[in-house]
């Protein structure tokens, strides 16, 4: 799938004593989901204040699974949108002590209502670690590990650290590209993504894992169960979720606090368990643990707590009259940490004989004929 691109503009800023650096990459990737900039930007790198500054245009936020796509457009009275990144590094290119923050502004509507699902401030991080590296005839290339996540996106990057990755290319237009040295002022062209990267395995940082299994009608457990689709009144609505103080919207499958009309009777259902184990894969207790499903009720019996080592088993019967993913979500805190984790379950409705007005409604179908299983 291509994307176009749409973003944030983006400003890094250096501090760096002149010298001669050794070519020295992070080696981090900018896992989803990602938020890219284009070939539009710039690196302007001024060797008397050892200031080195990036600057681009903000594309798209994009996630594959659960899917997000959004344009970043402008926010508030200025209609901004932008980055900006400012840290010192030694002479060989670490960073050291000094203002060290990220800060990525914008608006993005990722359900295309006409609404900004996400507003103002989207991003703020420290930076934690630099990397370069002098392409010579090709082009040259920096990261960063951005630590400390915060911003109306952060709930995105739970348990997880920022990477920019970036590329600046050969042009004639700018004569003086980085030359692998921070004695000389360098400028060049820039474009790259930002993007989630695993942290640094640190001993007694908190950590959890979720296994999410469907039973149907008292079978085992699976990742996936089979159906026999009906006709549901039940629906998705856009609804505010809290998460140890950040906010955000979440899709919620169910009748949203309206009773069930009396004509679903005339439609069988499926007796559904949901079964979701939640296990303290860390070495510290985990606390304000959160447990939270595709559903619009919550889950029952979450334990405030975890020891290291336990796992408590959660479940919810459903009755299911049509297909649905359930992504299943975890979040728990050590101290200042927070570390989360998911897990999806998938219903699907009973393979049948495709008829005409199925359309992509029922995207699991052989087009060839089939009898109810």
């Not at 989803?32 to 302007?44: H, K, Q, V």
Request: glycine share 8%; aromatic share 8%; net charge negative.
């Amino acid at each position: 799938m291509k994307i176009r691109n749409y973003l944030a503009s983006v400003v890094l800023t250096v501090c760096l004593s002149p010298a001669v650096a050794l070519a020295a990459l992070l080696g981090v990737t900018s896992a989803e989901p990602t938020l890219d900039f284009p070939g539009s930007g710039m690196i302007d790198y001024n060797a008397t204040t050892g200031t080195v500054t990036i600057s681009g245009t903000p594309a798209t936020l994009f996630q594959n699974d659960p899917f997000i796509y959004g344009e970043v457009l402008g926010t508030g009275v200025d209609d901004e949108r932008f980055i900006t990144i400012e840290f010192k590094v030694d002479t060989l290119g670490n960073v050291v002590d000094g203002t060290a923050a990220l800060t990525v502004k914008g608006s993005i509507d990722v359900d295309f209502d006409s609404i900004a699902d996400y507003d103002g401030v989207l991003l703020q991080a420290d930076v934690d670690a630099f990397g370069f590296l002098e392409g010579g005839a090709s082009d040259d290339v920096f990261d960063l590990r951005l630590t400390n996540v915060t911003g109306a996106l952060a709930l995105l990057y739970a348990g997880k650290d920022l990477a920019v990755v970036m590329n600046s290319e050969i042009s004639t237009e700018f004569p003086t590209p980085f030359s692998g040295s921070f004695a000389t002022p360098f400028i060049g062209q820039a474009k790259g993504v930002l993007g989630a990267v695993d942290p640094v395995v640190v001993v007694g940082e908190c950590s959890l894992d979720v296994d999410a299994f469907c039973s149907v009608n008292g079978g085992p457990n699976k990742t996936k169960c089979r159906i026999k689709a009906t006709k549901s009144s039940s629906h998705w609505e856009h609804v505010d979720r809290d998460y140890h103080g950040r906010s955000c919207k979440r899709s919620k499958y169910g009748m949203h606090g309206t009773p069930e009309p009396s004509w679903t009777k005339k439609y069988p259902a499926t007796d559904v368990l949901f079964t979701y184990v939640v296990t303290n894969t860390g070495t510290t207790p985990i606390s304000n643990l959160i447990v939270d499903d595709s559903f619009d009720t919550d889950v029952s019996g979450v334990p405030t707590t975890l020891a290291p080592g336990a796992s408590v088993t959660l479940t919810r019967m459903v009755q299911m009259r049509e297909a649905l993913t359930d992504t299943v979500s975890v979040m728990g805190e050590y101290g200042a940490a927070m570390c989360s984790a998911n897990d999806n379950v998938v219903i699907s409705d009973k393979l049948r004989k495709m008829k005409l007005h199925d359309m992509d409604d029922y995207k699991d179908k052989d087009k060839r004929d089939h009898h109810d299983e």
